[in-house]
């Protein structure tokens, strides 16, 4: 996979939770944390007279039922936001255009996102996308250390981004890279991998005996954001494109400026459990359709998320 421009950075990066993170919190999602959902359902009729090119691939279940149910966490503008109470951004217009070609709908659920690994695999969401970078760690379900601590799942690559760095408008305190950090306090979601980097540049600025970095978490990424418009923290770690779309639209754009500078690109991926092949392997040829036909062009050119588009889909390709 190979992508058209330069992007976000993180390949432990993104809105990519920490796995140990997503393993033990996502168990909490499992009780009903959704609370906005897009699409409907289909039925059995769906499957009876469907020419999308792609239908075919399907499993069956997913043809009978004619929806496929997606976890997200919709806070992240411009990749997935609400706004009147509908799921909007990135990657639900994708899920259209994807749908156009398998025949059936996406139906969006929005909930914690460190939630979201765990509840592919417990079945109560066919995929989850939302903006989740694809990793070694995620893949196999290990921790930070290596340890195993749950199911590992898969991963279908539809986007590139990395790490970046938002500051108060002004840059008041000269941040030029994350090193700058060292002895200063920043905000960041919890469980997500830009926290992981924060952690990793923090036991760096130990060893170069300066100070370390005062990580604040929080639920989500509104507060951390909050917090640096305060002036309680000297900067934000988020998605590059969320980043950006923040110091465009916050405020009016007076709130808020983004660090020219990427740490860490990688993928982003629709994430499936291990044992649904079928439904991977349809959706990779779905990606690399829109790719082709140009409509996944059209909805990046809307959002203005070009930057991380790719010319190849791929399954499993984070490292």
Known sequence: MTASTTRRTTATRSRTAAVGAIAVAGAL???????????????????????????????????????????????????????????????????????????????????????????????RYDIAMSSITDNKQRQQGLNDKGQKLGEG????????????????????????????????TAAVQRGTTYEKALQDQSKKCKDAGKKTINIESFDNDTEAQTRVKSGGAVAG??????????????DGGNTFEVINKQYDAGPFGIVLNKKNTQLRDALKEAVDAIIKDGSYKKVLDKWGAQSGAIDKSAINGGK
């Open 29 to 123: 999602v499992l009780a009903g944390c959704g609370d906005q959902t897009n699409g409907g359902g289909g039925s059995s009729e769906t499957a009876k007279a469907n020419n999308a090119p792609l239908f075919s691939k399907l499993p069956k279940k997913i043809q009978d039922a004619g929806v496929i149910k997606v976890g997200t966490n919709a806070e992240y503008a411009p990749m997935e936001s609400t706004e009147g109470g509908k799921i909007v951004g990135v990657d639900p217009d994708l899920a259209d255009a994807l749908s156009k070609q398998l025949g059936v709908k996406f139906q969006f659920t929005s909930g914690s996102f460190d939630g979201l690994i765990t509840a592919v695999n417990s079945g």
């Open 153 to 184: 799942v898969d991963f279908v690559d539809y986007f590139v981004a990395g790490t970046a760095i938002y500051v108060k408008k002004g840059n008041p305190e000269g941040i030029k890279g994350i090193e700058d950090l060292c002895g200063k």
């Open 237 to 250: 770690i988020n998605d590059y494109p969320v980043a950006v779309d923040l110091a465009r639209k916050a």
